[in-house]
C-alpha cells in the first residue's frame, strides 16, 4: 500500500488531472482498437506523458524551483492542441457525425443557414478582418488568462491551470461521444468559403491549417473556454477581465461567419461554460480535500 501511494507521490492537481485524460484515452483506444487504425504512436505519445509527468515530480523534488513549477503548470497546456485535435481520430467510433441533426436545429430556429448567410450578408473586407482578429485571439486567450494569473495573482495560478485544463478535457471528451465536425467540414466544399480581410483571415487560415480537425463542433469549445477564461479574470485579475470582453463577444461571433460552428453551437457553448467550470471547481476542491 505504501508503495503504491509513493507512486503518486509529488504530482500536482493539474499532474493528475492530465494523468486521468491519458488514462482514459488510452483505455478507449485500447478497448476500440479493432475499430481504429495505427493506434500505436497514440498509445505511445500517452506512455510518453506518463513518462514526462513523473519525471517531473522527482526532478521538482530534487531541484525545486520556480521555473520548474512554471513549466509543470504549463505542461497541459501545451498538450491541448495535440488532445484536441485527435479527437477526430476517435469521434465516430460509436456514433456517426451529428451533424445532420445540428445543421437542422439551426434551419428550424432561422429558417436557413446561419453559418452560410452571415458571410455572404457582410462581405466586406474590414468586416471580415474584425471578425478573423477576434477568432485568431482565441490561440493566445489560453496562455494569457494562465500566464497573467500567474504574473499578479499567484496563488491562484495552480487552481487557474487545473480548472483551464479539465474544462479543455471535458469537451475533449464531449466531442468524442457526440461527433459534430461544423459547417466548414459538413457542407459542400465550394460553399463554405469565408469573404478575405487583410492580414488575420490568413493568420486563421494558417492555424487552422496546422492544428484544425473535423471534430468538436458542438458545443463550441471557443464559446465555452472563452467564458471561462472571463470567469478565472473575473475572480483573480479584473483589468484584462474588462478587455477580454469585447474580443468574446466578437469571438462568438466569429465562430458562426468563418462556418467553424453552427448557431447552436454558440448557444450550447455558453450554456454549458458555467455548468463544466462547476464541474471543474467540484474536482479541484474534492481532490484538495484529499491532498
Same mark, same amino acid.
Given at each position: 500500500?505504501? *508503495? /503504491? ?12 488531472? @492530465? ?19 495505427? =493506434?500505436?504512436?497514440?498509445? $505511445? ?30 505542461? &497541459? =497546456? ?8 485527435? %479527437?477526430?481520430?476517435?469521434? @465516430? ?27 455572404? *450578408? ?19 486567450? @489560453? ?44 457542407? &459542400? +466544399?465550394?460553399?463554405? /468559403? ?8 490568413? /493568420? ?10 473535423? %471534430? /468538436? ?9 472563452? =467564458? ?15 478587455? %477580454?470582453?469585447?474580443? @468574446? ?10 462556418? *467553424? ?6 448557444? +450550447?457553448?455558453? =450554456?454549458? $461554460? ?18
Amino acid at each position: 500500500m505504501k *508503495a /503504491g501511494c509513493n507512486i503518486f507521490k509529488g504530482l500536482t492537481l493539474i499532474d493528475k488531472a @492530465t494523468l486521468l485524460y491519458a488514462s482514459f484515452t488510452f483505455l478507449f483506444i485500447v478497448f476500440f482498437s479493432w475499430k481504429l487504425d495505427n =493506434i500505436f504512436p497514440h498509445l $505511445a505519445f500517452r506512455m510518453g506523458v506518463f513518462i514526462v509527468v513523473f519525471l517531473l515530480a522527482r526532478l521538482s523534488e530534487k531541484y525545486p524551483s520556480e521555473l520548474m513549477k512554471l513549466f509543470r503548470g504549463f505542461l &497541459p =497546456i501545451w498538450l491541448l492542441s495535440y488532445w484536441y485535435g485527435e %479527437t477526430a481520430y476517435m469521434n @465516430t467510433v460509436i456514433f456517426d457525425k451529428f451533424d445532420p441533426l445540428i445543421s437542422q436545429l439551426d434551419e428550424r430556429i432561422f429558417g436557413f443557414q446561419p453559418s452560410m448567410m452571415f458571410s455572404a *450578408a457582410f462581405p466586406q473586407a474590414w468586416f471580415s478582418e474584425v471578425i478573423h482578429f477576434g477568432y485568431f485571439s482565441y490561440y493566445f486567450l @489560453t496562455v494569457f488568462t494562465c500566464l497573467l494569473i500567474y504574473l499578479f495573482n499567484r496563488k491562484y495560478f495552480e487552481y487557474t491551470v487545473f480548472i483551464v485544463s479539465a474544462s479543455f478535457f471535458i469537451y475533449y471528451l464531449i466531442f468524442i461521444f457526440f461527433p459534430v465536425v461544423g459547417p466548414q467540414y459538413y457542407f &459542400p +466544399a465550394d460553399s463554405v /468559403g469565408v469573404p478575405s480581410g487583410y492580414l488575420f483571415d490568413k /493568420g486563421v487560415k494558417m492555424a487552422q491549417q496546422m492544428g484544425e480537425a473535423p %471534430t /468538436g463542433a458542438f458545443p463550441s469549445s471557443h464559446v465555452g473556454m472563452s =467564458i471561462i477564461f472571463l470567469i478565472l479574470l473575473f475572480k483573480y485579475y479584473r483589468k484584462a477581465f474588462f478587455i %477580454t470582453i469585447p474580443l @468574446t463577444i466578437i469571438l462568438c461571433f466569429a465562430t458562426v461567419y468563418i462556418k *467553424a460552428h453552427y448557431f447552436v453551437d454558440v448557444i +450550447a457553448g455558453l =450554456i454549458s $461554460a458555467p455548468l463544466i467550470f462547476l464541474i471543474s471547481d467540484k474536482l479541484f476542491r474534492m481532490q484538495k480535500k484529499n491532498e
